[in-house]
């Protein structure tokens, strides 16, 4: 299907960028097995309990810094309090070839240095929201993997329109950077049973990387 029918780099806004199909089959093998593992610890991938007592249906283990509702910390504070898995330089690599696909010019100086791992089950959705505790404006890359999800892309003022539905698939890559760092994002659906069965993935896997500054 995708052979017949390529998709190809869509600039979505200005600094945000679409790379249909970016990772092969076996990466995308190689960074379910490599998230099976950062799921079982030190720090157990959880529901993110939020500060008025709900839980994100999402469940998210983090790497190099652990995020937590509004922060980020060295140690899981909110699941026991272990530190954190540190971020492999394997990682930060893959996200520099990431950002030099998305924008056409490598910059040995981007250095990641935090991870969030999230996991969708086939009712799991995340609302709109910005991403801003890190004090760095530099872009978050974002891996989708298994099953594809609808993604909304909106502005910087506010949660509401104007906004860009995007479908994202397996081995897709997102980057946001420049004016769209600061724009608010959600996942409204994902697709149940899409992804590959070769994945032996019973959802969607998302992998941001983000510079904390911190
Ligand atoms: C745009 N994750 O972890 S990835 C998140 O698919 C998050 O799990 C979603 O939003 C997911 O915070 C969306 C796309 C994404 C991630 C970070 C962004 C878009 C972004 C940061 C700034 C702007
Ligand atoms: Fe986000």
Not at 30 to 36: F, H, I, L, W
Not at 195 to 202: E, F, I, Q
Request: include cysteine; charge should be negative; aromatic fraction near 10%.
């Amino acid at each position: 299907m995708s052979s017949l029918l390529p998709r190809e780099p869509v600039v979505v806004a200005p600094g945000a960028v679409h790379v249909p199909e970016w990772l092969d089959p076996e990466r995308q093998r190689d960074v379910v097995q490599a998230c099976r593992e950062w799921a079982q610890g030190p720090v157990p991938m959880r529901h993110t309990r939020m500060p008025n007592g709900t839980q994100m249906s999402v469940q998210t283990v983090c790497l190099g810094w652990h995020w937590m509702p509004y922060r980020y910390s060295r140690t899981a504070d909110d699941v026991g309090g272990a530190p954190v898995a540190p971020f492999p330089s394997w990682l930060a690599g893959l996200g520099r070839d990431a950002v030099e696909t998305a924008y056409g010019e490598r910059d040995e100086s981007y250095e990641p240095d935090a991870a969030l791992i999230n996991f969708y089950d086939s009712t799991a959705k995340m609302g709109m929201h910005q991403d801003k505790e890190e004090q760095s404006s530099a872009p978050v890359v974002s891996l989708s993997i298994g099953d594809s999800c609808l993604f909304r892309f909106g502005n910087t003022e506010s949660r509401g329109r104007p906004w860009t539905d995007v479908r994202l698939e397996s081995g897709d890559l997102f980057v946001f950077g420049g004016p769209s760092r600061f724009a608010y994002h959600g996942v409204m659906k994902t697709f149940s049973g899409t992804a590959d069965s070769a994945l032996g993935l019973n959802g969607r896997l998302n992998i941001t990387l983000r510079v904390t500054g911190l």
